[in-house]
């Protein structure tokens, strides 16, 4: 018998971290119920951010060498944590893109959380494999892309852009024969594309031509096209992609996607779609006929997580020919043509999602929003969103009703940008700071064209009308 001890724990040492016991099923229950009564609060608290000195000094440090014991690490969160965090779930949270993602939604997430599958790979993670690409499948529909589309769910619209556009520049070296090898890509996008396409152009290095829109900040196909003739013969040929987006961040506008896709269908270009917030309109009927031509798209993203009611991170990117996607994607094949061609000519129906965009390991991160889908079922998601669409309409009346406020820009799908007539930019940013101080609303000034103005994203169902006029005369003064 040896003398040295066991290093293996046993019961009686108080281990519990890989072993359930009293304190971890303590600690199950009392998540359980924070998690329940997350959800359920209607609404919940706005919240606020705190400084970097302020949280300093209220948590202090949080890691020890022996532990804070599970009470007190969960208290620190629910305590003092999470209320320095803003609610993007919260009715009147109108800056940015917020949240607000399903209760089935978010209790599956728990789910997806306890299981902890492996969803790189069919293999290892076939079940949910096969029910996330359901929830493609529903997208891919609504879209109008053919039966050969495919997908995967990402982090992000900016990890989604990413993807497609070196889907893309595969592609299009692929067509060059070699020509392309060392030819720098370019990118058309107009200059209302989101941030990300201009990082993923960084990423890819590749030459980003900003195309300008028209009046109605709309990117069409004519300045597409005229941007492009512009172009030397040399410069036509390296451009790998065409980017349209359907529902702009900033203001809510859906390109000309029909003749862009026309556009680039004729020049043997890729058109991705970047659909991150708009695109999950199309399951509204009152708006569907805005997105006319989003069926020409080669590759196409929404995010979940914006306004199809799911929790974060969660972006689904679709390809029109997923073998394309893989082709890209596929680690083992990127060095050797044979594998590629290999990849392209016969993709298994159960691929593996790892291969279709920039990253390997993944967590199922499209089960809650299958889950929720699966639940509500698609007339639910139709229903929530025409609602949306009403609050918004509804309150761009008050904004058209009231003498105080006027629109800088016509709304679009559920934005609205609002300008308060006499205001300067400092009593934007008051009225602002006393609406997040108060726990009424984060609202942030923006600018347009230079100009101090107030840009309202509507995501949520539960934001009620009476909320918006009691915002908007909450601004007379
Ligand atoms: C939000 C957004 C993105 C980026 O998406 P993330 O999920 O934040 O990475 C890209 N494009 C558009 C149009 C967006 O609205």
Not at 107 to 121: E, H, I, M, R
Request: aromatic letters at 8%; hydrophobic letters at 45%.
């Amino acid at each position: 018998m040896s003398s040295t001890p066991s290093p293996y724990p046993d019961e009686s040492d108080g281990y519990w971290m890989h072993y359930h016991d009293e304190n971890s099923q303590k600690l199950a229950d009392a998540i359980i119920k924070y998690a329940v009564e997350r959800v359920r609060m209607d609404p919940p608290p706005l919240d606020a951010p705190k400084s970097l000195s302020e949280l300093q000094h209220e948590v202090g440090n949080t890691i020890t060498a022996e532990g804070l014991g599970a009470a007190k690490a969960l208290s620190i969160f629910t305590e003092q944590l999470a209320p320095s965090c803003i609610s993007v779930d919260h009715p009147l949270f109108l800056s940015f893109v917020p949240g607000a993602p399903t209760e089935s939604s978010v209790l599956f997430d728990l789910v997806v959380a306890a299981s902890n599958v492996y969803a790189g790979s069919w293999l290892e993670g076939a079940g949910a494999v096969y029910a996330e690409n359901q929830a493609l499948a529903w997208l891919a529909d609504l879209a109008g892309l053919p039966s050969s589309a495919g997908g995967v769910f990402v982090s992000g619209g900016t990890a989604g852009n990413l993807s497609a556009l070196i889907a893309a520049r595969w592609q299009w070296r692929q067509r060059g024969r070699g020509a392309h090898a060392r030819v720098r890509p370019i990118i058309l996008a107009s200059g209302g594309a989101h941030s990300s396409v201009a990082l993923a152009a960084n990423a890819m290095d590749a030459d980003l031509v900003a195309v300008p829109t028209d009046y109605a900040n709309r990117l069409m196909a004519s300045d597409v096209r005229a941007s492009y003739d512009a172009m030397s013969a040399e410069d036509r040929v390296r451009v790998c992609a065409v980017v349209a987006t359907a529902g702009t961040t900033n203001l809510g506008v859906i390109d000309d996607l029909a003749g862009i896709g026309a556009f680039a269908r004729e020049k043997n270009v890729w058109f991705h779609v970047d659909g991150a917030y708009g695109a999950a309109a199309l399951c509204a009927r009152s708006v569907r006929h805005e997105f006319a031509g989003i069926e020409l798209a080669d590759s196409f993203i929404v995010d979940p997580h914006k306004w199809l009611f799911g929790p974060y991170d969660c972006c689904a990117l679709l390809y029109r020919d997923v073998r394309i996607g893989k082709a890209a994607h596929t680690q083992k094949a990127e060095y050797l043509d044979v594998l590629i061609q290999d990849a392209t000519a016969q993709l298994d129906e159960a691929y593996n999602p790892a291969d279709l965009a920039h990253h390997l390991t993944r967590r199922a991160r499209g089960l809650p929003f299958w889950f929720s889908l699966a639940t509500h079922g698609t007339e639910a998601y139709e229903e929530a969103m025409e609602i949306t669409l009403q609050v918004t309409r509804d309150a761009a009346d008050m904004v058209r009703a009231s003498e105080h406020l006027e629109f800088v820009v016509p709304p679009s799908l559920s934005i609205l940008v609002v300008r308060r007539k006499g205001w300067s930019p400092d009593d934007y940013k008051r009225w602002s700071d006393r609406m997040l101080h108060d726990g009424i609303a984060f609202v942030m000034p923006t600018t347009h064209q230079g100009e101090t103005v107030l840009r309202m994203c509507l995501v949520n169902p539960r934001t009620d009308p009476a909320q918006m006029q009691m915002l908007f005369d909450s601004m007379r003064s």
